[in-house]
Nanobody, 113 residues
């Protein structure tokens, strides 16, 4: 299984970004896909997860602003991020498995104030 994340960039506070993660390999064998964030100087933290059936869970700080989704036909998981804040800045990693077995390479999100 390989994961390729994309969609990061520079955005002003209050803006939106949509991250994508293309999954190659045995996609249907993977129940849980997720997104993590690692801010500068901090540990990697969970942002959201989604099951094969579409059940989603979010970190409390993101719940009302972020939406995770997956397109099983395209082997892709998405993270729609709205009302972005400077504290959302970091490298975003997609993940597969629970506990995580596979990681994507990360995509940088920078939110300016």
């Amino acid at each position: 299984v390989q994961l390729q994340a994309s969609g990061g960039g520079l955005v002003q506070a209050g803006g939106s970004l949509r991250l994508s993660c293309a999954v190659s390999g045995n996609f249907f064998a993977i129940n849980v896909l997720g997104w993590y964030r690692q801010a500068p100087g901090k540990r990697r933290e969970l942002v959201a997860t989604i099951t094969r059936a579409g059940g989603a869970n979010y970190a409390a700080s993101n719940k009302d602003r972020f939406t995770i989704s997956r397109d099983n036909a395209k082997n892709t998981v998405y993270l729609q991020m709205n009302s972005l804040k400077p504290e959302d800045t970091g490298v975003y990693y997609c993940s597969a498995g629970w506990p995580t077995e596979y990681w994507g390479q990360g995509t940088l999100v920078t939110v300016s104030s």
